[in-house]
């Protein structure tokens, strides 16, 4: 082999290393804007759950402050420490109540 076909050989891979090269320049470049694009998705997402686990809290404070209501308007035990009701007792309670409300409107 020339010194002349090597110089060709080599001016042909210096040309194909400097097109890879761009091309991994453009995809470097377009996953950083996808990386920026996704750290301020994440931001919004993270902002959202935390909104949500506030309306949580919220609601469980509302549905506790209803159940400790509901027990003193029925004369029921009150447990406000406690996470879990017997929701079907409750109602049941209610429904009496308002029976006996009912009976005594009629007579």
């Not at 080599?10 to 377009?30: F, N, P, R, Y």
């Not at 929701?87 to 009912?102: I, N, P």
Request: without cysteine; negative net charge.
């Amino acid at each position: 082999m020339t010194i002349d076909e090597r110089l060709d050989r080599l001016t042909e891979k210096h040309g194909a290393l400097a097109e890879s090269l761009q091309l991994l320049t453009a995809d470097v470049q377009s996953m950083a804007t996808k990386h920026g694009a996704l750290a301020e998705s994440l931001q919004l997402l993270t902002a959202d759950v935390q909104s949500l686990a506030q309306s949580v809290k919220e609601h469980d404070r509302i549905l506790r402050d209803t159940r400790v209501s509901l027990a003193t308007l029925l004369g029921l035990p009150q447990d406000t420490n406690s996470a879990s009701t017997d929701w079907k007792a409750t109602k049941a309670e209610l429904w009496r109540a308002r029976s006996l409300t009912v009976a005594r409107h009629n007579d």
